[in-house]
């Protein structure tokens, strides 16, 4: 078995990194246009936003503008957690309780931008090791005050947040410095890693010693795995990986008193699955601490392609296909007309032979008698031995011709791998000039997900008529498993007097079309406080009555993020 890798020093003060408070990433770091041609006429003729009027920002607002609530904390709590902790990783000032309130959700970043904290942490804690995060959280239900784990604050649900009326002492746990690979058992392709190990880290550690966990959410760069694991998250590749709860073998979670312990064993037949109640918690049951997760070797290959459909109808149908088949691909996933359109919006200029190809596939397609306007863009990667990839790839080349598709090379897929953690940005892009950006993801049967994206656009269309705004909804069938599928939106807008009011009319037709049409109201972001409205709907009473009834008797002084899932 391997050493642990990462951080050894567990006694120097807390240097964890966050993303800025108003918006997703790191300082410095955004989307520009000026480089792709196509994508201010595309703004223009799908929300009518002229990126060329107006002034705006991209440095972001100014802090001293925030509103922030003074700390409840009584001086001698906090002392007491600086005992603790050690001097520094205990704080209560006013930045580090702003970046420790929200996630980044659009409606988390309108609130924030304006200066509106609604209700920060009291005071924001940085354990070393399991033993602290016992004592931190010891203490804190001793003192009957709220504890919010934290791990890359880049949940979109709403499940960071405190209580708008919370009156009690409320305690953001940031597990940044439990970051290490403790350990890797190669025989059994399992690795021990703490929870607040996040992406780009975790995997370069895994790395080293030729492996990868092979999760790669779009929250990736800065989200932390036992994020993932309270958010129940699903990654780019998990067509061959699984879901996190299939990547999940054995957990340590502290609650009061003790630490809750799930072995890493390959299945066991021992009542109702205790692993499972923590996949998808939000931190209701305790602080994740410790996650065992399944790794594999590194593939010898790798390499997504790029395929076109003449409709989604088509695309859908061979991702079925797929599906169904002996084929493992690790990524299939295809857009529905309207979001290929942006993809090929927010393409660079193309230049030389590479635009003289594209123009010549584009008329090749449209002698065939292909609408362009209803065309899908389709990825599909595989990996493995070079032998395995070459079958794999012909066997889906076969699928796809059945399905009236066509393959366009590695040059488009190569530059989605390169840029698929980078979306997020463009919603911050969208805010600076005014305009919504968000998303909504659902999963159904396969024989119900061509009724849920046209539940989704009617809905959508009635509510952008509703709040009168002209809006643009696009949508990929992504995550496919034996059964169905997920399909992931995307809307927009710009706004108008009432950004909030209208966002919610917008967003609550799309979650309530998810439900009507047969699908659930979350794939992979969780509940929060978001989607916990529709829960009901979607589990039915019985199911939110036995769920409370686990929060309440695993918690019954509510102390860990209470009031997250369901009330």
Avoid at 31 to 42: L, S, T, V, Y
Avoid at 82 to 95: E, P, R, S
Avoid at 153 to 172: F, K, Q, T, W, Y
Avoid at 272 to 299: A, C, D, K, N, Y
């Amino acid at each position: 078995m391997t050493e642990p890798v990462g951080r050894t020093d567990a006694t120097r003060t807390a240097d964890v990194k966050h993303m800025k408070w108003w918006g997703w990433g790191v300082e410095g770091v955004g989307f520009r246009h000026e480089d792709k041609p196509g994508f201010a006429p595309f703004v223009q003729r799908a929300i009518g936003l002229d990126l060329q009027a107006g002034e705006h920002t991209t440095e972001g607002p100014d802090f001293a503008q925030s509103k922030v609530p003074p700390s409840t904390a009584p001086e001698g709590f906090v002392t007491l957690l600086t005992d603790i902790v050690g001097a520094g990783n205990a704080v209560v000032d006013d930045l580090s309780r702003v970046v420790h309130t929200y996630g980044k959700s659009l409606r988390d970043l309108v609130r924030i931008r304006a200066g509106e904290m609604g209700r920060s942490p009291d005071v924001v804690v940085y354990p070393a090791d399991e033993a602290e995060v016992r004592r931190v959280v010891d203490a804190a239900v001793e003192a009957d005050a709220v504890i919010i784990p934290f791990g890359g604050g880049s949940n979109i649900a709403g499940s960071l947040e405190p209580h708008v009326d919370e009156d009690r002492v409320v305690v953001s746990l940031d597990l940044g410095r439990l970051d290490r690979v403790l350990e890797i058992d190669p025989d059994s392709g399992l690795a021990r890693v703490q929870a607040g190990a996040q992406g780009p880290g975790l995997e370069a550690r895994l790395n080293q010693e030729g492996w990868t966990m092979g999760h790669f959410p779009d929250s990736f760069s800065h989200s932390t795995l036992g994020g993932w694991v309270a958010t129940r998250s699903s990654g780019m590749q998990s067509d061959k990986y699984g879901d996190i709860a299939d990547i999940v073998k054995g957990l340590r979670v502290v609650r009061a008193g003790g630490v809750l312990v799930i072995r890493a064993v390959p299945s066991a037949s021992t009542g109702p699955s205790v692993r499972e109640m923590v996949l998808g918690s939000e931190g209701r049951l305790g602080v994740i601490t410790e996650v065992t997760v399944q790794v594999h070797r590194l593939p010898a290959k790798r390499a997504i392609h790029a395929y076109f459909f003449r409709n989604l109808d088509h695309g859908l149908a061979a991702m079925q296909e797929i599906a169904e088949s002996d084929v493992s691909p690790s990524v299939t996933r295809v857009s529905d007309a309207h979001e290929t359109g942006f993809s090929l919006a927010t393409s660079k200029e193309s230049r030389g032979i590479r635009k003289t190809a594209q123009a010549g596939l584009m008329a090749y397609l449209r002698r065939r008698g292909w609408n362009l306007d209803e065309m899908c863009l389709s990825f599909i990667g595989f990996e493995g031995d070079k032998a395995h990839v070459k079958r794999q790839k012909s066997i889906v080349d076969r699928i796809v011709r059945r399905h009236h598709g066509i393959g366009v090379g590695r040059g488009p897929g190569a530059l989605y791998d390169q840029k698929k953690f980078d979306t997020p940005y463009i919603r911050d892009f969208l805010l600076d000039r005014g305009a919504a950006g968000d998303v909504s993801e659902t999963a159904g049967p396969w024989s119900k997900l061509r009724g849920i994206h046209a539940a989704v656009y009617e809905a959508a269309d009635l509510a952008y008529e509703d709040i009168g705004r002209t809006g643009w909804t696009m949508s990929h069938m992504s995550h496919s498993y034996h059964s169905g599928a997920c399909l992931y939106f995307t809307f927009a807008f710009v706004f108008g007097d009432d950004p909030l009011g209208e966002y919610d009319t917008v967003k609550r037709a799309i979650q309530q079309a998810f439900v009507d049409a047969g699908g659930t109201i979350s794939h992979h972001h969780g509940v929060g406080l978001e989607h916990a409205p529709w829960l009901e709907e979607d589990i039915s009473p019985q199911g939110v009555a036995i769920m409370s009834g686990l929060f309440g008797a695993a918690d019954p002084g509510g102390n860990f993020n209470p009031r997250k899932i369901v009330v």
